[in-house]
């Protein structure tokens, strides 16, 4: 499963450093989870996500097909 934060950022203007001033993580935390490298995702910063770009839980993940 993948994190969309990328592409939503892209589509709707906004740079990774507006996301990170927004979500108040710390540098390591944030960078992890744009880049794809997190293993879990709190409650929390998912809602905050799901708040700050405007969007739904289903449109921050990648559809994922299990072969």
Known sequence: ???RI???L???NKSKYWLYIQLGLSYQN???LVSG???SIKFE???????I???TPND?????CKK
Not at 45 to 51: E, K, M, P, R
């Open 6 to 8: 990328p592409e939503i």
């Open 60 to 64: 921050l993940f990648e559809e994922y």
């Open 45 to 51: 910063n998912l809602q905050a996500l799901c708040d």
């Open 37 to 39: 490298q997190t293993k």
């Open 1 to 3: 499963m993948k994190l």
């Open 53 to 55: 770009l405007g969007c």
């Open 30 to 32: 944030f960078n992890r």
């Open 10 to 12: 892209k589509e709707k």
